[in-house]
C-alpha cells in the first residue's frame, strides 16, 4: 500500500461515514459559508444545504443546539427542523 492511499483513507472514510449518517449532517466550510460535504438525508430535506440559512455566521464559535428553524417547502407548505450546529477546528 502507498502512503498517498494511507494517507487518502482517514478522509474518505470520513466521507463515506458522514454520507451514510441516517441523519441531516451537513459540513461548512467556516471561512466560505458554503458546505464541502453533506450526508444523503441532508441532500433529500426541503431544502438543499446551500439554501439553509446559516444559523450562525462563519466562524463564531458557537455551539448551537436545537434552535428551530423554519422553513418552506418546494409544495409551498411551511415546516420547522431543529438545527444544531458547532464549530470543528483542525
Known amino acids: 500500500m502507498s502512503t498517498t492511499s494511507e494517507e487518502q483513507r482517514p478522509a474518505s472514510l470520513w466521507e463515506a461515514v458522514i454520507r451514510q449518517m441516517p441523519a441531516a449532517v451537513v459540513v461548512v466550510d467556516a471561512r466560505t459559508g458554503e458546505p464541502v460535504l453533506a450526508s444523503a438525508r441532508a441532500e433529500q430535506g426541503p431544502a438543499a444545504p446551500a ?3 446559516p444559523a450562525r455566521p462563519p466562524g463564531a464559535g458557537d455551539a448551537l ?3 428551530e428553524v ?21
Do not use: H, I, K, Q
Not at 74 to 83: F, M, Q
Open 70 to 90: 423554519a422553513f418552506r417547502r418546494a409544495d409551498g407548505s411551511e415546516g420547522v427542523c431543529l438545527l444544531s450546529s458547532a464549530s470543528v477546528r483542525d
Open 51 to 53: 439554501e439553509w440559512p
Open 65 to 67: 443546539e436545537a434552535e
